[in-house]
T-cell receptor, first 117, second 115 residues
Framework: AQTVTQSQPEMSVQEAETVTLSCTYDTSESDYYLFWYKQPPSRQMILVIRQEAYKQQNATENRFSVNFQKAAKSFSLKISDSQLGDAAMYFCAYRRGYGGATNKLIFGTGTLLAVQP | DTAVSQTPKYLVTQMGNDKSIKCEQNLGHDTMYWYKQDSKKFLKIMFSYNNKELIINETVPNRFSPKSPDKAHLNLHINSLELGDSAVYFC??????????????FGQGTRLTVV
């Protein structure tokens, strides 16, 4: 069974600084997707970034980028130039690539990010 | 224009009651899901539907019954509510293309409190 582990329950960063959130996963499959979701106090789950396992290039979305190490099964999220609005719970998630609607997101336990002004 | 909307956003009810949560998506997706987020913020799949057909049914008490009247709607009915059912319930949707799914879009969640 696939598992996702986020070993940092809480992190803190100064505004304008850079922070990296860690995520490791375990799977025997080669075809899968990895995601980072953000959940601010409003409770809404917002997709931050997604990575296809077959792509070697790390995904980037503006100030958000990932370091995808497939062999090490590591998928960290780097937030550059942190802003107050980045304060939220961040979830790492895994989903198998094939299998259509039988797929489900498997979530880590989350990292609560605080941004200090 | 909300992509995935759930009603109600908050629900407070007494033990033993029956309640429903409704979800609608206007993204044209063919697959919808219910996820449960417990008090420790852990998220776990409950059900998924593809074109109105139940696909995923995780180990959930049979007091929980999903219903999908059409591709755009997925409701969750809960009978005989218990204190342990208190949680945030998220609806989500995605599109399956050639056997692969797009990323899931989530509703804003329904916070259910059983007293």
């Amino acid at each position: 069974a696939q598992t996702v582990t986020q070993s940092q329950p809480e992190m803190s960063v100064q505004e304008a600084e850079t922070v990296t959130l860690s995520c490791t996963y375990d799977t025997s499959e080669s075809d899968y997707y990895l995601f980072w979701y953000k959940q601010p106090p409003s409770r809404q789950m917002i997709l931050v970034i997604r990575q296809e396992a077959y792509k070697q290039q790390n995904a980037t979305e503006n100030r958000f980028s990932v370091n995808f190490q497939k062999a090490a099964k590591s998928f960290s999220l780097k937030i550059s130039d942190s802003q107050l609005g980045d304060a939220a719970m961040y979830f790492c998630a895994y989903r198998r690539g094939y299998g259509g609607a039988t797929n489900k997101l498997i979530f880590g336990t989350g990292t609560l990010l605080a941004v200090q002004p | 224009d909300t992509a995935v909307s759930q009603t109600p956003k908050y629900l407070v009810t007494q033990m033993g009651n029956d309640k429903s949560i409704k979800c609608e998506q206007n993204l044209g997706h063919d697959t919808m899901y219910w996820y449960k987020q417990d008090s420790k913020k852990f998220l776990k799949i409950m059900f998924s539907y593809n074109n109105k057909e139940l696909i995923i049914n995780e180990t959930v008490p049979n007091r929980f019954s999903p219903k999908s009247p059409d591709k755009a709607h997925l409701n969750l009915h809960i009978n005989s509510l218990e204190l342990g059912d208190s949680a945030v319930y998220f609806c989500a949707s995605s599109q399956i293309k050639t056997g692969r799914g797009t990323e899931a879009f989530f509703g804003q969640g329904t916070r259910l409190t059983v007293v």
